[in-house]
């Protein structure tokens, strides 16, 4: 006898990623890493201003990861953290 194979449903996205680029723009005082729920990282950039601004470079690259952790760790639903 076959077992049917079931994959989980796809989670919802909750955050933009358009969004997290054009918080990006304004990323060396932390903008971007507040909106993917990481302020102590984003009180450091906010301080530092993006690290002395490397930081800030190296997130252009890491934004990708930041939004599908994001998508991870939030739940889709009542609240839209593209407005928050």
């Known amino acids: 006898m076959a077992t ?6 796809a989670r919802q996205s909750t955050h933009s990623i358009v969004v997290g680029y054009l918080c990006w ?3 060396f005082l932390g903008m971007h890493r507040f909106y993917y729920g990481k302020p102590v990282t984003g009180t450091i950039w ?3 201003f993006g690290l002395l601004l ?3 470079i ?3 690259f890491l934004i990708p ?3 599908a952790r994001a998508d ?3 739940v889709a ?6 407005i928050a």
């Open 4 to 9: 049917a194979i079931t994959y989980p449903a």
């Open 25 to 27: 723009v304004l990323g």
């Open 46 to 48: 906010f301080f530092t």
């Open 54 to 56: 490397i930081g800030w």
């Open 58 to 60: 190296v997130d252009l």
């Open 65 to 67: 990861w930041m939004d």
């Open 72 to 74: 991870r760790r939030y």
């Open 77 to 82: 639903g009542r609240l839209d953290y593209n």
